[in-house]
């Protein structure tokens, strides 16, 4: 079935770095994708939908200078973490939609940044 | 504004014992709801969603317009169905899941 996969599943960086995580839509193509964010024992807040060609819609309160999107095939987004903070330390997690399939929107394994 | 609203954060039943997991939302327009479930150490998985009016793992949800809620039943818990439950809820066109808080099952042996 479809899946979604997101690399790195962990990292951490140091204060001041940039990371960089991927996201790929396996057995399917996406046009959009969406990124998430799960602080501990909390729920998902969306952060962004990533459009495939075009820039990505950022939900109100969330930075687009730090959190960079870019959505460059059908199948892949990266959400790069710029300047990053030990309060940008999070779960991120990406989703994507198989609008063509089941219609169902699969979520990443999601990755762990830890900011030191 | 979309918001959907899970009042309980935990729910703990003894097996064999019925589970209600509450759910209500808000939306201006038709919604299509969904219930995800993600189990210890795994990623945000579909469970059901309303549309398709089915039973998953003993689960179901009947969507109701009228009280605007969408609660996730199953009549005999079972120990594997410990896991934290989110009701999602997507409005009209390509629109990404807005989630509620989500609620943790514990169901005691």
């Known amino acids: 079935g479809a899946v979604v996969s997101q690399h790195p599943s962990w990292v951490i960086c140091k204060s001041g770095t940039s990371v960089k995580i991927e996201c790929r839509s396996l057995?399917?193509?996406?046009?959009?994708m969406f990124w998430y964010r799960q602080f501990p024992k909390q729920s998902l807040m969306l952060m962004a939908t990533s459009n495939e060609g075009s820039k990505a819609t950022y939900e109100q309160g969330v930075e687009k200078d730090k959190f960079l999107i870019n959505h460059a095939s059908l199948t892949l987004s990266t959400l790069t973490v710029t300047s990053a903070h030990p309060e940008d330390s999070s779960f991120y997690i990406c989703?994507?939609?198989?609008?063509?399939?089941?219609?169902?929107?699969?979520f990443g394994p999601g990755t762990r940044l830890t900011v030191l | 504004a979309q918001r959907v609203t899970q009042p309980e954060k935990l729910l703990s039943v003894f097996k064999g014992a019925p589970v209600e997991l509450k759910c209500n939302y808000s939306y201006s327009g038709s919604p299509e709801l969904f219930w995800y479930v993600q189990y210890s150490r795994q990623r945000l998985q579909l469970l059901l969603r309303h549309i398709s009016r089915e039973s998953i793992k003993g689960f179901t949800a009947d969507l109701n317009k009228g009280e605007t809620s969408f609660h996730l039943k199953k009549p005999f818990a079972q120990e594997e169905d410990s896991a934290m439950y989110y009701c999602a809820l997507r409005g009209q066109g390509n629109t990404p899941l807005v989630f509620g808080k989500g609620t943790r099952l514990s169901v005691i042996a």
């Open positions: 057995d399917f193509q996406a046009t959009t």
């Open positions: 989703s994507a939609r198989d609008l063509e399939g089941t219609d169902t929107q699969y």
